[in-house]
């Protein structure tokens, strides 16, 4: 890593320059992202703030330059509401550790399934435990996209940008959220409101009241403060995963209640672009005793019936599958044909990382004995000791990303092969292969220019 700015910018000499204008103009596209960028990378993660600050900025204006951005999907998803798309859900990928290469795997899966419709996307608690920033995060996808020779938009997404609790304070918090994160990117947020759901209510519209209230009032807010140009993708919850499966009342409380409060703000406004339901899965799985997983008994049928309201009676994209990545292979060839817009995945590669056989077992064993003593709160009574290392073992990938950055090559090489052949199943049984173009057509470049960090100012004038 660079130990200063001086380093950085004469390791950038010849490869790419820095106007005063503040943009990044890249000489040779090759020569960047072979001799330099993953250099600028590790420094945009673990260097001193100056240089990380730099290192960030120079990826993100190189991007542009060499025509990769980020994007709302938002286009497209009013397109399939208006039956304008092939079936084709859209695989949400939620990377928790060794990023970079996990990345660099779903793009190379992408290209050569010629697919643009996936998502990068982090859930804010993620981004706490696994000491990824949105910031952060969104620069290593967006160099793991570059480094791949992937152009073009690119989708990040906020997910589970959660309100835990009904106080002004917490809405608040979370405005200050979904700020930074707009600010990194990320435009497609997941609103999620859903623990305001109150069942002790009368009605379905009662009980759902809080949660469209809220929701409402955070998407207002976002499209106060979202880029000129962008139309950040928006998503609902009208349930939590892991609890009972939704009705289509719940779905139509939600809808009609969420309009009517955008209406009193502007009848014009923007809602959702897609909405998560419950159907009988659990984020991560349900661990037995023995560390094996449970069978999740997946409700096929409500998503179907649901997805089909959402995109016939609302003009919406279809609803979304949380908790996915668990299920079983043969579960993944529905999706399309229930017309689902999305499946979250995270547990799945993170398994296939931790129980890949050439991970160090030295390394496991000082993620588990961490968690053993940091998180022995979080150990249940009556849970085995393999039920609590595989819920807790998500929170291993924070301490220890150096750790996990700077394994040997040829086990991230490993590594990311099994995960890349999981990633090339997924594209094919989601029908997201041959989507490229589709999205090239649909999804416009919007220029956002990053403010030059003051420090790399200081150089440059």
């Known amino acids: ?37 993953d250099e600028l990378t590790c420094a945009a993660v673990f260097s001193e703030e100056e240089v990380k600050e730099a290192a960030r900025f120079i990826i993100r204006e190189a991007a542009y330059d ?5 994007s709302s999907i938002q286009e497209l998803y009013e397109a399939k509401g208006k039956g304008e798309m092939p079936e ?4 949400a990928i939620n990377v928790r550790g060794l990023t970079y290469d996990v ?12 697919s643009g419709t996936f998502i ?3 859930a804010r608690s993620e981004m706490g435990y696994t000491e990824q920033p949105p910031d952060e995060y969104a620069t290593v996808v967006i160099a793991a996209c570059l480094r791949e020779g992937y152009r073009g938009p690119v989708f990040i997404q906020g997910d589970h940008f959660q309100v835990k609790k009904d106080t002004q304070e917490e809405i608040k918090n979370v405005k200050l959220f979904i700020k930074k994160s707009l600010r990194a990117g990320f435009y497609n947020i997941d609103l999620d409101t859903s623990t305001l759901v109150d069942l002790s209510k009368p009605t379905v519209y009662e009980q759902q009241r809080r949660n469209f209230e809220v929701a409402a009032e955070l998407t207002s807010f976002v499209r106060e403060i979202e880029p000129e140009g962008v139309t950040v993708s928006l998503g609902g919850e009208i349930g939590e995963i892991g609890g009972k499966n939704s009705t289509e009342e719940e779905l139509r409380a939600y809808l009609k209640g969420l309009k009517d409060e955008l209406n009193k703000v502007s009848l014009n406004i923007k809602g959702v672009s897609k909405i998560a339901i419950q159907t009988g899965t659990t984020h991560g799985g349900v661990p037995l005793p023995d560390g094996s997983i449970a069978e999740a008994n997946l409700d096929f049928e409500t998503l179907e019936k649901l997805s089909n309201i959402v995109i016939k009676d609302y003009g919406l994209a279809g609803c979304v599958q949380h908790g996915a990545s668990t299920l079983p292979s043969e579960a993944f060839y529905h999706f399309p044909r229930t017309r689902t817009a999305e499946v979250h995945l995270a547990t799945e590669y993170q398994n296939m990382i931790y129980d890949h056989p050439i991970f160090p077992e030295n390394l496991k064993e000082e993620v588990y004995g961490h968690l053993k003593k940091a998180h022995a709160n979080e150990w249940k009574e009556g849970q085995s000791e393999e039920q609590f290392i595989y819920k807790t073992r998500k929170k291993g990938f924070g301490p220890f ?9 040829e086990v991230r090489e490993k590594i990311c092969q099994e995960l890349e052949e999981k990633f090339d199943f997924l594209f094919k049984e989601l029908g997201a292969a041959n989507t490229y173009a589709a ?22 004038s």
């Open 66 to 70: 060499l025509g990769l951005y980020p």
């Open 401 to 409: 990303k150096k750790k996990f950055w700077d394994l040997p090559k």
């Open 88 to 91: 084709t859900t859209v695989p």
């Open 439 to 460: 999205v090239k057509e649909k999804i416009g470049q919007v220029y956002v220019q990053r403010q030059m960090p003051e420090a790399l100012k200081a150089r440059i």
């Open 103 to 114: 990345c660099r795997a779903v793009v190379r899966s992408a290209k050569k399934n010629n």
């Open 120 to 122: 990068f996307e982090l």
């Open 1 to 37: 890593m660079y130990q200063n700015l001086d380093e950085l910018l004469e390791a950038l000499k010849g490869k790419a320059e820095i106007t005063k204008e503040g943009k990044v103009a890249v000489l040779d596209g090759d020569r960047f992202c072979e001799s330099i960028l």
